[in-house]
C-alpha cells in the first residue's frame, strides 16, 4: 500500500499543473488513504510555506482547509507546533485539550473532535505540514500515527520535488517577462531615436525620465509608446509621440 502510495504522488507531480493544485489532489488522497486505514472518515488539509510567498493550503473538502486556514490566521495550533519542532502533534479530544482554546472549540463546533498535526521535511526554508481531522474522539491511534507518518515522508518527498518543478516555471515565467520588457524598451527607444534623433543612451534617458515624472514603471511608458505606434501608424504613418 505505501509503494502504491508513493506511486501515485509521483503521478500527482507530473500530473498537475501547479504547486497548489498537487497540494489539492495530494490532501484528498491522504485523506482517502487513512480513512481506508481508520475505517471512518478522516478529512485532510496540507498547508505550505515558502520564502517570500504567502501561505498555501489545501483540503480534501472545503472544511477541511478552511479550518487549516483559521489556524494559520490564529497564528498558533497543532499543526503549527509541529512543524516548529518538527514531530507529530495529537489532540485527542478538541472538547478537553487545553492547549489551544479557541482553535479546539471552534474545531469542536465544526463537529471534529481529533486533530493530528504531522511535519513533511522539505528544503530551502520551505514547511510544511498535514492537517488529520476527525468526527471520532481519540481516532488517531499508535497505529494510524505511524501511516500518517509514513504518508508524510513520501509526500514530503514528491512535495520536494513539486516545489522545485514549481520554482523553475516560475523563474522560467521572470525571465520570459524580463525578456519580454527589454525588448519592449528596446523597441521603444528606437521610436525614440528615430522621433528626437538622438543616440540610444539619450533615448533610454528620456524614457526614464517620462517614467519617473509618471512614477510608472519604464515597461509601461515602453509599451505605451508602441501602442501608439502601432495605432498612429496604422492611421497616417505618423510617429511622433508626446514624451
Same mark, same amino acid.
Given at each position: 500500500m505505501d509503494q502504491?502510495?508513493?506511486?501515485?504522488?509521483? /503521478?500527482?507531480? %507530473?500530473?498537475?499543473? /501547479?504547486?497548489? $493544485?498537487?497540494?489539492?489532489?495530494?490532501?484528498? @488522497?491522504? $485523506?482517502?488513504?487513512? *480513512?481506508?486505514?481508520?475505517?471512518?472518515?478522516v478529512t485532510c488539509a496540507v498547508a505550505l510555506t515558502r520564502k517570500r510567498k504567502s501561505v498555501t493550503v489545501a483540503g480534501s473538502c472545503p472544511e477541511a482547509r478552511q479550518l487549516d486556514e483559521i489556524q494559520q490566521a490564529f497564528g498558533d495550533g497543532p499543526c503549527l507546533q509541529a512543524v516548529r519542532e518538527s514531530t507529530v502533534v495529537v489532540v485527542r479530544d478538541t472538547r478537553t485539550d487545553t492547549r489551544w482554546d479557541r482553535y479546539n472549540q471552534l474545531v469542536a463546533d465544526r463537529g471534529q473532535l481529533?486533530?493530528?498535526?504531522?511535519?513533511?521535511? %522539505?528544503?530551502?526554508? $520551505? *514547511?510544511?505540514? @498535514?492537517?488529520?481531522?476527525?468526527?471520532?474522539? /481519540?481516532?488517531?491511534?499508535?497505529?494510524?500515527?505511524?501511516?500518517?507518518?509514513?504518508y508524510a515522508c513520501q509526500g514530503g518527498k514528491a512535495l520536494k520535488l513539486a516545489v522545485r518543478i514549481g520554482a523553475s516555471q516560475e523563474l522560467r515565467d521572470d525571465v520570459l517577462a524580463a525578456m519580454k520588457s527589454r525588448t519592449s524598451i528596446n523597441l521603444a527607444s528606437g521610436i525614440v531615436m528615430g522621433q528626437s534623433r538622438c543616440t540610444q543612451a539619450e533615448a533610454i534617458?528620456? @524614457? *526614464?525620465? =517620462?517614467?519617473?515624472?509618471?512614477? =510608472?514603471? %519604464?515597461?509601461? =511608458?515602453?509599451?505605451?509608446? @508602441?501602442?501608439?505606434?502601432?495605432?498612429?501608424?496604422?492611421? /497616417?504613418?505618423?510617429?511622433?509621440?508626446? %514624451?
Amino acid at each position: 500500500m505505501d509503494q502504491i502510495f508513493f506511486q501515485r504522488l509521483q /503521478d500527482l507531480v %507530473l500530473d498537475s499543473n /501547479d504547486v497548489g $493544485a498537487f497540494l489539492q489532489e495530494m490532501s484528498v @488522497l491522504s $485523506a482517502a488513504s487513512i *480513512t481506508e486505514a481508520a475505517g471512518f472518515p478522516v478529512t485532510c488539509a496540507v498547508a505550505l510555506t515558502r520564502k517570500r510567498k504567502s501561505v498555501t493550503v489545501a483540503g480534501s473538502c472545503p472544511e477541511a482547509r478552511q479550518l487549516d486556514e483559521i489556524q494559520q490566521a490564529f497564528g498558533d495550533g497543532p499543526c503549527l507546533q509541529a512543524v516548529r519542532e518538527s514531530t507529530v502533534v495529537v489532540v485527542r479530544d478538541t472538547r478537553t485539550d487545553t492547549r489551544w482554546d479557541r482553535y479546539n472549540q471552534l474545531v469542536a463546533d465544526r463537529g471534529q473532535l481529533s486533530i493530528l498535526g504531522v511535519p513533511l521535511a %522539505l528544503e530551502h526554508g $520551505a *514547511t510544511a505540514s @498535514l492537517s488529520f481531522f476527525s468526527p471520532e474522539a /481519540d481516532a488517531f491511534t499508535e497505529e494510524i500515527i505511524r501511516q500518517c507518518q509514513t504518508y508524510a515522508c513520501q509526500g514530503g518527498k514528491a512535495l520536494k520535488l513539486a516545489v522545485r518543478i514549481g520554482a523553475s516555471q516560475e523563474l522560467r515565467d521572470d525571465v520570459l517577462a524580463a525578456m519580454k520588457s527589454r525588448t519592449s524598451i528596446n523597441l521603444a527607444s528606437g521610436i525614440v531615436m528615430g522621433q528626437s534623433r538622438c543616440t540610444q543612451a539619450e533615448a533610454i534617458s528620456i @524614457l *526614464t525620465r =517620462v517614467s519617473n515624472n509618471r512614477n =510608472v514603471k %519604464l515597461r509601461v =511608458v515602453a509599451e505605451e509608446i @508602441l501602442r501608439n505606434y502601432d495605432s498612429s501608424h496604422s492611421a /497616417d504613418n505618423s510617429t511622433h509621440f508626446d %514624451l
